[in-house]
């Protein structure tokens, strides 16, 4: 069955910018990403499945006590997904706040767009 665009972005922040296992994360983004995937990050953009994975390494490994969490229900319209995030210390206010937008083309994202919209000062 083909994964909604609204699937793909829950997916997509807790099953793979949230797990700290790598092969887990590897399995979720071999099955929920395109090979030639394009992530548009504020500072750089990432090409393909092995890019992907290795920024998201990298990114739990900057801040690993941090968890993301969905700031809403995801939404999606035709091949488009989107899902406002908030991520920083568990139990705490968020530090960074922000979305994702995703196309999508037979249930798999094809490009994907961060955009961070506040980052507050840690307490």
């Known amino acids: 069955m083909t994964k909604s665009p609204a699937e793909l972005m829950r997916q997509n922040l807790l099953e ?19 090979a030639d995937v394009v992530w548009h990050e504020p500072d750089r953009v990432i090409n393909g499945r092995a890019g992907l994975e290795r920024r998201a390494t990298e990114l ?49 994202i094809v490009e994907l767009y961060t955009i961070v919209t506040e980052v507050r000062p840690q307490q």
Do not use: C, K
């Not at 899902?83 to 920083?88: D, E, K, S, V």
């Open 16 to 34: 793979v910018f949230n797990q700290p296992d790598p092969a887990r994360r590897a399995a979720v983004i071999a099955e929920n990403y395109a």
């Open 60 to 108: 739990l490994a900057e801040n690993p006590d941090w968890v993301f969490h969905p700031g809403g229900t995801a939404s999606e319209l035709d091949d488009l997904g989107h899902l406002a995030f908030q991520y920083g210390p568990p139990n705490e206010p968020a530090v960074v706040s922000g979305m994702d937008i995703a196309r999508t083309e037979n249930g798999r």
